[in-house]
Nanobody
């Protein structure tokens, strides 16, 4: 089992950029495809981005496509999400998640097996 801890959230201004980090512990990080999601109260979880074990494949959701970049550093057991041109509607709790080893990066929330506790991002206009 892998444990995930997100960081990098906080209060930012509209138009700013933000880098979220997710650090894993407990198992070999490079075995896991990773994803970023967010949750706004009253709404479904939204897929943001995913990356396969070696960073060779990345996927992006419509909400952030063109203004976000997912990357990973397996030596640091960390996956990152950089978001640019933040808007007030980006205000949410942001989560990273991992799929069990042997699975690929996909945009389906329910197929991620391990989740962090989330980090709040608030975008002020």
């Amino acid at each position: 089992q892998v444990q995930l801890v997100e960081s990098g959230g906080g209060l930012v201004q509209a138009g700013d950029s933000l880098r979220l980090s997710c650090t894993a512990s407990g198992r070999t990080f490079s075995n896991y495809a990773m994803g970023w999601f967010r949750h706004i109260p009253g709404k479904e979880y939204e897929f943001l981005a995913a990356i396969n074990w070696n960073g060779g494949t990345t996927l992006y959701g419509d909400f952030v496509k063109g203004r976000s970049t997912i990357s990973r550093d397996n030596a640091k057991n960390t996956v990152y999400l950089v978001m640019k041109s933040l808007k007030s509607e980006d205000t949410a709790v942001y989560y990273c998640a991992a799929r069990s080893p042997g699975h690929t990066a996909i945009p389906t929330t329910s197929l991620y097996d391990y989740w962090g506790q989330g980090t709040q991002v608030t975008v002020s206009s």
